[in-house]
């Protein structure tokens, strides 16, 4: 029976906590399973709630200070004794066959590092979203290029994942430094290890609403916006790593990145920083109506300042 470590990053969010653990506890098929609930300095209930659960598959680690998802998930790598690992945000949850069939996966193909599921996400006041859509992938199948399919579906999620923990180390964690994007950098380390498998089928629901509204939506972001390194800095361990696995779609894939941490800068008020992205990594922004505004707007230092206010302006308007 392979064995299997569930690694669970927690700050404040006794509200869904519960629920985020009784889904992986109940999951259907006997599994050697291991929970790590690695709390960052929560200043409420969690950790009272967790152990309440009273499950002894669960090991609370305690982290003195906050440090961010980022170093909590690296704290539950190094300490995990499963061959196979995955993440789970403390607010979200799979479905009961996430984990058997996603390490029949991964048993089934050794040459994939990871795989990951369709996905589930809700948001407060919208419908819910379903990702991604319109695949043309019926059946579990390993990707031939990982970069080409993320680049057009945006198919990976932080829950929706089944890693090989020895590749995860041998990557050396996520980058604790980043706060925003961390999780993204991460996967897309992994894909320069080896293949990605992808199951077409909702097996993980992102549903964080609750705790987002409470915490307070602006000000959590914010905080997140703040931290957002350049592109250059963010993508730098992975150009510094390219492999035969990032084929020629690499650029297009990290597109999206390099958008939306021009975004960030923008809403924190980094106006200079945020132009200077869009003039220099324009080309590899994703190809829509609303990008090809950026673009045009970035051209003159004048319409730069009128389109950032105006999208602070709409943030803070939510």
């Known amino acids: 029976m392979p064995s299997i470590s569930v690694i669970i990053p927690t700050y404040n969010t006794g509200l ?10 109940g999951q259907e098929e006997a599994l050697d399973l291991e929970v790590l609930a690695v709390d960052d300095a929560s200043t409420d209930d969690t950790v009272a709630v967790v152990k309440k659960m009273g499950d002894e598959r669960i090991r609370v680690l305690r982290q003195s200070e906050n440090r961010g998802p980022a170093a909590a998930r690296n ?13 789970l945000d403390g607010d979200d949850f799979w479905e009961p066959t996430f984990l ?65 923990r020895e590749t995860a180390l041998a990557i050396g964690g996520q980058r604790e430094e ?22 077409p089928k909702v097996l993980f629901t992102s549903d964080g609403g609750v705790v ?27 150009y510094a790593r390219k492999t035969e696995f990032c084929g020629e779609h690499l650029e297009f894939a990290l597109g999206k990145i390099s958008r939306n941490l021009c975004y960030c800068h923008i809403q924190c008020g980094k106006d200079a920083l945020a132009r200077a992205e869009a003039r220099n990594n ?37």
């Open 16 to 25: 869904l906590i519960e629920r985020a653990l009784a889904s992986v506890l």
């Open 75 to 87: 704290r539950g790598l190094r300490e995990a004794r499963g061959e196979f690992c995955a993440f």
């Open 100 to 164: 058997a069939e996603t390490v029949k996966f991964l048993q089934g193909h050794p040459e994939a590092v990871a795989v990951s599921v369709m996905q589930c996400h809700k948001l407060i006041g919208k419908e819910p979203s379903i990702v991604p859509q319109n695949t043309g992938v019926t059946a579990p199948v390993v990707l031939e290029d990982f970069f080409d399919f993320w680049g057009r579906f945006n198919h990976v999620c932080t829950g929706s994942v089944l890693f090989r």
């Open 178 to 199: 980043l706060r925003i994007c961390e999780d993204l950098e991460f996967w897309a380390m992994l894909a320069t290890y080896g293949k990605w498998g992808f199951i």
């Open 212 to 238: 987002t509204q409470k915490q307070g939506w602006l000000e959590k972001n914010m905080r997140r916006w703040q931290s957002a390194p350049s592109f250059a800095e963010w993508r730098k361990r992975i």
């Open 282 to 318: 324009g080309a590899f922004f994703p190809k829509n109506r609303v990008n090809r505004l950026f673009l045009w707007m970035a051209v003159c230092p004048i319409s730069w300042k009128l389109w950032c206010a105006f999208l602070r302006r709409r943030e803070r308007k939510r």
